[in-house]
C-alpha cells in the first residue's frame, strides 16, 4: 500500500495531517488474507467458543417520543443484522425464522453450571471484547460460552467476539459501549468536531493526527462476507433452572434426536456488583447450512409441534480493506478490518448521512453529531459499519429522549432513564456478538441520535439517576423492557417472546385510582369494549385513544395476498389463541380452501398484518348481504408488546403523583432501584 500525497488544493488542516503521517501510515499488507476455512474464531484464552446473538424476539423501546416507533424488523435483513424472526408455520418455508448468531462451541451441563457459580473477585471493569486475549489491567474478562471445562471462573475469560471490537471499558467509571450507528455502506463521511486522532492498528499501530472540522472519507474494497452454519434452538431455560433444562435434555433425546444445552449470555462485574444476563439455551447437534436449517424448523414443527429458532453460527469472518481519503479524495492510508477515531478532548464527531428506520415507512438519512468515539468496522456482509463507542450515561442522553416525550412529567423521565440504563446492561452478551458492536441504534435494541436527539429535560433525568438500575429481590439486575401503551393490562415475558418467565417481568392491570371492580381481559370482548377502565395510560395527558383502543379492516384480498406464504389458498377463517393474562395472543390459526396452519409468536402475528398494533385483540369475519367474506376486522388495545413499563402509563402514573422509584416498583414487580456504580 502507498499513501498518496495530496495536492495543493486541499486544505492547509488536511495537509499538516497528511505531512505529519506520511510515512506513519504506510502499511504493508494492502491484500485480505485468506481466512481458515471453517475455524471458529478463538476466544481471549485461545479456545474456540460461542458468539450467540439474540433473535429478534424482542423489540423492547417501542418509545412514545416523536421518533419512536414499533417493534425490530431484523426479519427483513438478516444480512445486515445477523438476527432473523420467523413465521414458523406447517406448510411454510420457515423463511423469516428466527436467529441466534455466534461460531461453534458447546457447554455440557456440567460445565455450564460449574460457571454459574458466583465469581470470587467481581469488582471492576471487564472487557466485553478481548480478542487479544487482554483486558485493562487488574480489570477480569467476561465469558458468554467459554469451552473450556476446566476455567470456573466466568469473570476470568473474554466474551468470544469476532475480533477485539466490542470492548466495555470504564472510563470515568461507567462502561463505555460499542452501539452500531449504521451499516452495509459501501462509504462514510465524518468530521471531527476537535483534534482527532484515527488509528489504523496492525504492525506499529500506525495513527493520522487531524485538526477539527476537517473532512474524511472511509470506503470498503475487497470485501468479503462471513461464511455462516446454523443449528436449531429447542428450548431456553434460566441459568439455574438445571432441572428443567435437563427434563428438556432427556426428553428430547426420547425423541431420538441428539441435542446439547449451550449458555448464553454474560456475567461481568460492574464496581463491585456482579451482572448475570445468562440463560441455558438447547441446541439440535446437528448443523446445517442456514437454509437447511429452516427446512428442519419446519419439519420439527410437524413432527413435534415445537416453536424453534435459529441459532446461526459465524464458521469464517467477513473482511475488507478500509481505504481512508483526504477532503481532495486521494487514498492516504488502509486498515485491515477497522479503524479507530478519537477525540482526546471529547469534542465527538459529526457523521454524514446517517441511515435509520431500515425497513420502516420512516426509513431515511439524516447527518448526525455524537460524542464518544468512532469504530470504522467491516461488517457481516463484507461492508462498512459505523460504531458510536459511548459512554453509557452519554448514550443515554441521546436514548431517552428518542424513546419517550421529552415534555413528560420529570418522574416518567426518570424512570424512562432507569429502564433505559438497566436494558443496556442486561443486552450485553445476549444481541449482535456476531457483529462488531453490542447494540445497535433502532428498535431492535434502542433508539439512539447521539448528541442530535438531546433535549434538557432528559437529560437532566440522566444526570439525576446517573448509574442507577434496577435489582430483583435475588440482587440481580432486572432486563427492563418498557413499550409504549399497555392498553390497561401488561404481559408476561414468556408469552411474548418464549424462553423462561421472569419473576420481574409478570403481567398486571396498569390502572390506577378508584379502580372498584373493572372487568379483566380474560373476558377480552367487554375488556376492550369498557370505555371507563381508570388505566393509566388512558388517563394519561399524552394518552392517544388511537393507541389504546383501536380498530383495524383488511380486505379478504389484502389477508389472502398477506397470508399467501403460507400456502393455505385463500383464508377462510382467522383465530388468535393461546392467551397471556393481558389477552394477548401468541398463536394465530388460519383455515384456507387449501389446508390450514398456525403462525406462533407474538410478533410474528403482527408482522403478517403490518405490524399490528399489538395482538391483544380479536378477529371477525366481515361479509356481504349474500353471506361472502369481504374482509377481517381486528379490533384491539395497546401499541408494542405490553411487558415490562408501560411508557404512557408511567406518564399517568407521574402525573397522579407517583415517584420514579413507586412507579418502576409497580411495572418490575416489587423490584427495587439501586446504583450499579
Not at 86 to 96: L, N, Q, R
Not at 304 to 321: C, D, K, N, W, Y
Not at 517 to 536: D, G, I, Q, Y
Request: with cysteine.
Amino acid at each position: 500500500m502507498t499513501a498518496r500525497r495530496c495536492d495543493s488544493t486541499v486544505s492547509p488542516p488536511v495537509l499538516h495531517a497528511v505531512r505529519f503521517v506520511i510515512a506513519a501510515v504506510l502499511i504493508s499488507a494492502c491484500a485480505a488474507p485468506q481466512p481458515a476455512t471453517d475455524v471458529p474464531r478463538a476466544s481471549a484464552v485461545g479456545q474456540p467458543s460461542v458468539q450467540v446473538t439474540e433473535a429478534s424476539r424482542r423489540a423492547a423501546g417501542e418509545g412514545v417520543g416523536d421518533t419512536a416507533t414499533e417493534e425490530d424488523d431484523a426479519a427483513e435483513r438478516p444480512a445486515r443484522t445477523g438476527a432473523s424472526s420467523s413465521t414458523t408455520t406447517e406448510g411454510g418455508d420457515a423463511a423469516e425464522r428466527p436467529t441466534r448468531s455466534g461460531t461453534s462451541g458447546l457447554d455440557s451441563v456440567d460445565d455450564a453450571a460449574a460457571r454459574s457459580r458466583p465469581a470470587e473477585n467481581t469488582v471492576g471493569a471487564v472487557s466485553a471484547s478481548t480478542g487479544s486475549g487482554t483486558s485493562a489491567p487488574g480489570r477480569n474478562a467476561t465469558s458468554s460460552a467459554d469451552t473450556t471445562p476446566s476455567v470456573e471462573d466466568p469473570l476470568a475469560q473474554g466474551i468470544p467476539t469476532p475480533g477485539d471490537l466490542k470492548r466495555l471499558d470504564f472510563r470515568g467509571g461507567e462502561p463505555r459501549v460499542p452501539v452500531r450507528l449504521m451499516e452495509g455502506r459501501r462509504e462514510v463521511i465524518f468530521s471531527p468536531r476537535g483534534r482527532m486522532r484515527l488509528r489504523f492498528g496492525g504492525p506499529g499501530d500506525k495513527v493520522l493526527d487531524a485538526a477539527a472540522g476537517t473532512r474524511w472519507m472511509v470506503r470498503v474494497t475487497q470485501g468479503a462476507p462471513a461464511v455462516l452454519s446454523a443449528r436449531v434452538q429447542l428450548a431456553e431455560f434460566r441459568i439455574a433452572d438445571r432441572a428443567g433444562m435437563q427434563a428438556a435434555l432427556e426428553s428430547w433425546r426420547a425423541k431420538g434426536l441428539a441435542v446439547r444445552p449451550q449458555v448464553l449470555g454474560t456475567v461481568y462485574g460492574i464496581a463491585g456488583k456482579v451482572i448475570d444476563n445468562r440463560r441455558t439455551l438447547l441446541l439440535l447437534d446437528e448443523v446445517f447450512t442456514p437454509e437447511a436449517a429452516g427446512r428442519k424448523q419446519t419439519e420439527l414443527l410437524r413432527s413435534h409441534g415445537a416453536q424453534t429458532m435459529l441459532f446461526e453460527e459465524v464458521r469464517t469472518p467477513a473482511s475488507a480493506i478500509l481505504e481512508v481519503r483526504d477532503e481532495s479524495g486521494g487514498v492516504v492510508g488502509m486498515a485491515q478490518d477497522r479503524l479507530d477515531a478519537e477525540t482526546p478532548d471529547g469534542a465527538g464527531f459529526d457523521v454524514r448521512q446517517v441511515e435509520f428506520g431500515v425497513g420502516y415507512d420512516f426509513h431515511g438519512f439524516e447527518d448526525r453529531t455524537f460524542r464518544g468515539a468512532l469504530q470504522l468496522v467491516v461488517d457481516r456482509a463484507g461492508l462498512l459499519a459505523v460504531v458510536n463507542v459511548v459512554p453509557l450515561e452519554d448514550l443515554l442522553k441521546g436514548l431517552v429522549p428518542a424513546e419517550i416525550f421529552a415534555r413528560a412529567h420529570t418522574e416518567a423521565l426518570k424512570a424512562q432513564a432507569v429502564t433505559a440504563r438497566g436494558e443496556v446492561l442486561a443486552k450485553v452478551g445476549i444481541k449482535h456478538l456476531a457483529d462488531p458492536y453490542l447494540l445497535c441504534s433502532e428498535q431492535h435494541c434502542a433508539v439512539y441520535r447521539g448528541r442530535t436527539g438531546e433535549a434538557a429535560s432528559t437529560t437532566a433525568a440522566v444526570l439525576a439517576t446517573r448509574g442507577e438500575g434496577l435489582f430483583n429481590d435475588e440482587g440481580r439486575l432486572v432486563d427492563s423492557v418498557y413499550s409504549a401503551v399497555c392498553g390497561g393490562h401488561t404481559e408476561d415475558n414468556d408469552v411474548v417472546w418464549g424462553g423462561p418467565p421472569d419473576p420481574s417481568l409478570r403481567g398486571r392491570p396498569d390502572v390506577i385510582g378508584p379502580v372498584g371492580n373493572p372487568p379483566l381481559p380474560a373476558n377480552l370482548e367487554r375488556w376492550l369494549t369498557t370505555s371507563n377502565l381508570p388505566a393509566a395510560c388512558r388517563l394519561s395527558s399524552f394518552a392517544q385513544p388511537s393507541k389504546f383502543r383501536w380498530e383495524k379492516r383488511f380486505t379478504a384480498e389484502q389477508v389472502d395476498a398477506r397470508l399467501k406464504k403460507l400456502g393455505v389458498g385463500r383464508v377462510q377463517a382467522l383465530a388468535l389463541t393461546d392467551r397471556g393474562v393481558s389477552g394477548r395472543a401468541s398463536v394465530l390459526s388460519v383455515s384456507g380452501d387449501k389446508g390450514a396452519t398456525q403462525v406462533r409468536g407474538e410478533l410474528n402475528i403482527r408482522r403478517l398484518f403490518g405490524m399490528l398494533n399489538s395482538s391483544m385483540a380479536v378477529v371477525e369475519a366481515e361479509r356481504d348481504a349474500e353471506g361472502r367474506l369481504t374482509g377481517w376486522l381486528f379490533r384491539g388495545g395497546g401499541w408494542g408488546h405490553g411487558v415490562g413499563m408501560c411508557q404512557t402509563g408511567a406518564i399517568g402514573r407521574a402525573e397522579a403523583g407517583q415517584r420514579y422509584q413507586d412507579i418502576l416498583r409497580h411495572y418490575f414487580n416489587g423490584a427495587e432501584v439501586a446504583p450499579i456504580y
